[in-house]
């Protein structure tokens, strides 16, 4: 599945499971305004970490999320690269 | 078999604790500078009864920058992570005003950043599980005083403070944090009480006998186990009654 794929499906389940409404989820949605709160993204950043053994914001410099859904994705594309 | 790691389990209470967790049918993952003969002899005891199993990791927990990567090796090596139980600590005593920064810098950096980055890194695996258990070693020092231990007290009420709010972070996800507060234990890090003042501890205390190792490894068990999925963010008191 591509890297896009698997973390739209991962963003659905972890919204569902933590019962959070999540807006449908376009490249420029803010991720802020998801639906997903901070857990959530916690949870998807250690699920990433478990599939494919790559944790891109931790070994940035710049603590701060990427702001959108595309560049959450982005990052994790080129991580993989 | 879920795999639990117990810092500074190579003597005293953490020793206990990983004999114990080892006996309730965990993989204890024991980390500790060194091994030693206690550990080791509680490793081939655990491997003989076939219930679980303990294996040593080496890592001097006071190296910060080095926690993430011991995180990550423990993954790698043992698989996912269920639970942690914060235990190895330094015992420093002296007057307050006696005591050298660099000495209540090491306390500080031992006691409490050590755990809470510690956690901070094995807690991806619980996040993936859904499921976990954090036990704190505080002290009953962390809710009375005692006399020459300021700098300790502070860190063990440290624990305090980070296991409510963590429960509170990650109780949704079934993950329970909670603390467990010892009276005097009879251990290494007490070697410098004398037996006048061993004497008058255990006098005090409601069941006239010190607390012991065993009593608690008891709770930590408990509180790892399937029968305390409903209790988090708590600290309990094991002391004898001594704060009774
Ligand atoms: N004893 C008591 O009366 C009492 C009462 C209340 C609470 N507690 C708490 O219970 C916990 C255990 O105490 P204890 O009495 O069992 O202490 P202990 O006998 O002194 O054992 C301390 C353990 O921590 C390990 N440790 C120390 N420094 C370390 C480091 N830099 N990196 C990794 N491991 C390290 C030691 O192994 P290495 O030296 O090989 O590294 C040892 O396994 C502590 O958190 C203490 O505050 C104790």
């Given at each position: ?38 857990l959530?993204i916690a949870i998807?950043v ?36 | ?126 996040l ?117």
């Open positions: 599945m591509a890297m896009r794929d698997t973390i739209i499906e991962m963003m659905t389940n972890i919204a569902q499971q933590q019962r959070k409404p999540l807006a449908p989820l376009q490249d420029d949605l803010n991720l802020l305004s998801s639906g997903l709160d901070s959530c998807l250690a699920e990433l970490d478990e599939e494919f053994g790559i944790d891109p914001l931790s070994s940035t410099d710049d603590h701060n999320l990427p702001v959108t859904v595309g560049d959450f994705i982005r990052l994790y594309e080129n991580a993989m690269q | 078999m879920r795999n639990i790691v117990v810092t500074g389990a190579s003597r005293g209470i953490g020793l206990g604790v990983a004999r114990k967790l080892s006996a309730s049918g965990f993989h204890v993952i024991a980390i500790a500078r060194t091994s030693g003969a206690e550990l080791e002899a509680a490793t081939a005891e655990a491997n003989t009864n076939g219930i679980g199993q303990i294996s040593f990791y080496e890592q001097d927990l006071s190296r910060i920058d080095m926690l993430s990567e011991t995180a990550h090796a423990l993954r790698k090596r043992f698989g996912l992570i269920y639970g942690i139980i914060n235990n190895a600590g330094l015992g420093t005593s002296g007057l307050l005003c006696n005591m050298p920064e660099t000495e209540i810098e090491c306390l500080t950096q031992l006691n409490i950043v050590s755990p809470l980055v510690l956690t901070k890194h094995l807690l991806r695996s619980m993936v599980a859904r499921s976990g258990r954090i036990v704190n070693i505080s002290s009953i020092v962390a809710i009375t005083g005692y006399q020459g231990i300021s700098a300790y007290s502070a860190t063990k009420a440290a624990m305090l403070g980070f296991t409510r709010s963590l429960a509170r972070e990650v109780g949704s996800l079934g993950i329970t944090v909670n603390a467990v507060l010892p009276g005097f234990v009879d251990t290494e890090m007490t070697l410098d009480l004398d037996e006048a003042a061993r004497r008058k501890i255990t006098n005090r205390n409601a069941l006239r006998r010190p607390t012991m190792i065993d009593d608690v490894a008891s709770m930590v068990d408990y509180l790892v186990s399937d029968h305390a999925q409903g209790i988090t963010g708590t600290a309990m008191v094991v002391d004898a009654g001594t704060t009774a």
